[in-house]
Nanobody, 123 residues
Framework: QVQLVESGGGLVQPGGSLRLSCAASGSISSIYAMGWDRQAPGKQRELVAVITGGSKTTNYLDSVKGRFTISRDNAKNTVYLQMNSLKPEDTAVYYC????????????????WGPGTLVTVSS
């Protein structure tokens, strides 16, 4: 079984920063890509950022480019999201995800999700 657990959410004032972390645990052999989605109240879930494992290619939602930075520690199966210059519209539940997870027993999970962590940007 592969599990993802996020940490680092909370309340922050506009213009502030937060760093989210997500660790994948289990008998993991490899993870192709890790990333973050978010869902604000009454809105659809959207991809915020994603990073591949090998080349560490990154992709960002347009509205967070220049403010958010995604990084990854392959040895720890951990992904981070550094969020700077936060805005009230960044308020959402942030979900970590891992794409194409291969276990040491040969199983492949297309996508695994964490339970989510709430980020609230408010004065």
């Amino acid at each position: 079984q592969v599990q993802l657990v996020e940490s680092g959410g909370g309340l922050v004032q506009p213009g502030g920063s937060l760093r989210l972390s997500c660790a994948a645990s289990g008998s993991i052999s490899s993870i192709y890509a890790m990333g973050w989605d978010r869902q604000a109240p009454g809105k659809q879930r959207e991809l915020v950022a994603v990073i591949t494992g090998g080349s560490k290619t990154t992709n960002y939602l347009d509205s967070v480019k220049g403010r958010f930075t995604i990084s990854r520690d392959n040895a720890k199966n951990t992904v981070y999201l550094q969020m700077n210059s936060l805005k009230p519209e960044d308020t959402a539940v942030y979900y970590c995800k891992a794409d194409r997870v291969v276990t040491t027993t040969g199983l492949t999970y297309l996508t695994r999700w964490g339970p989510g962590t709430l980020v609230t940007v408010s004065s």
